[in-house]
């Protein structure tokens, strides 16, 4: 790939990054929608518990095949 091909197309990426990332910060400042950092501790609560619940017991033996 043409190197200028490629730098117009990290540029236009970069700038729909940019684009959402704006989108993203303003819909956080919305009276009345979930602060993101009350968002993301109850997404990693979710996942801890998830994981918690996808493994083993404490003291289950593996099962023989």
Do not use: F, N, Q, Y
Not at 29 to 36: A, I, K, L, N, S
């Amino acid at each position: 790939m043409h190197s200028a091909i490629h730098l117009a197309l990290h540029d236009s990426r970069a700038a729909e990054l940019r684009a959402e990332a704006d989108a993203h910060r303003l819909a956080a400042t919305v009276p009345g929608r979930c602060p993101v950092a009350l968002r993301t501790r109850l997404g990693w609560t979710l996942v801890e518990v998830g994981l918690r619940l996808a493994a083993p017991p404490k003291g289950a033996t593996p099962a023989a095949a």
